[in-house]
């Protein structure tokens, strides 16, 4: 099973990026899904996290302008991100955790210039 993330890109502060992660193979129990970033030279961090049951949780910083989703499907997780600021410049990362353990993807480079 894998997890395979796409939509990273370049972008001016103030424009949008749309990621996506699609799974490969099936996953069982299912605790939550979210996006993880590494900004240069720094550690991973969370960004956003959705729960099995549909509740969500932001980082402080992109609160009101980050929003993560699931499609209907349930399968593949989804991140808008609106007014993009040049902080937000990092490798971002999807991940599953499970109850057996976390899965990530490769990870897909995000750059805000100023």
């Known amino acids: 099973v894998q997890l395979q993330a796409s939509g990273g890109g370049l972008r001016q502060a103030g424009g949008s990026l749309r990621l996506s992660c699609a799974p490969s193979?099936?996953?069982?129990?299912?605790?939550?899904k979210g996006w993880y970033r590494q900004p240069p030279g720094k550690q991973r961090e969370p960004v956003a996290v959705i729960s099995s049951s549909g509740m969500t949780n932001y980082a402080d910083s992109v609160k009101g302008r980050f929003t993560i989703s699931r499609d209907n499907a349930e399968t593949t997780l989804n991140l808008q991100m609106n007014n993009l600021k040049p902080e937000d410049t990092a490798v971002y990362f999807c991940n599953y955790r499970t109850v057996a353990r976390d899965y990530w993807g490769q990870g897909t480079q995000v750059t805000v210039s100023s």
């Open positions: 193979g099936r996953f069982f129990n299912i605790r939550s």
